[in-house]
């Protein structure tokens, strides 16, 4: 993790942060989604403040977290939805932990007091990077939804900020 440091997302970082939403998609164990957006439609869908990259000692972004709103109704202002995906060839290596570090200091400077996701059971990596990250795991939405033809559970995850009551 010595070399990694994480920063704002840029659009000028769309290609990258593309690449790696898709290969983890590509894993099956992701998101209900099969193909990344567009880049227009990837920055429409996201909260403009809380977008990061993890970058290496020669500047290649090597994962990305973003925050969504759950809802648009004022009472859920300080709830959002995250997403966090790392490149496949640096997994395992503390990238995860760093930009979930980022964006849990992040949304707390904004006053967002619940960081949630939901997470396929099957993905004990991300299970246990959330753990790790101060998240608990809230219940397990049974067939919630279809993927690949076939019913999958999510796992829903939730971090609630000890410093914003």
């Known amino acids: 993790m010595a070399d990694l ?10 290609e990258r942060v593309l690449a790696i939403y ?20 990837f920055d429409a869908g996201r909260a403009p403040a809380h977008r990061l990259v993890a ?7 090597v994962g990305w977290a973003a925050v969504s709103p759950t809802s648009p109704r004022a009472v859920y202002a300080g709830v959002v939805e995250h997403s966090v995906y ?4 640096t997994r395992g290596a503390g990238v995860g932990r760093l930009l979930l ?10 006053g967002i007091w619940t960081v949630q996701s939901g ?17 608990r795991v809230v219940g ?3 067939r919630v939804g279809r993927h690949h033809g076939r019913w999958r559970d999510v796992v829903l ?4 900020s000890p410093v914003i009551g």
Do not use: C, K, Y
């Open 86 to 89: 790392v490149d496949p060839a």
């Open 5 to 14: 440091t994480v920063r704002e997302m840029t659009a000028g970082d769309a």
């Open 22 to 41: 898709q290969a983890g998609l590509d894993t099956g164990q992701a998101s209900f989604e099969t193909v990344a957006p567009t880049w227009a439609a």
């Open 140 to 142: 397990t939405r049974e």
């Open 157 to 160: 995850v939730e971090r609630r």
């Open 101 to 110: 570090a980022g964006l849990i200091a992040s949304t707390e400077a904004a």
């Open 55 to 61: 970058v290496d000692a020669v500047g290649r972004v």
């Open 119 to 135: 997470v396929f059971p099957e993905n004990t990596a991300s299970l246990a990077l959330h753990r790790r990250a101060g998240f």
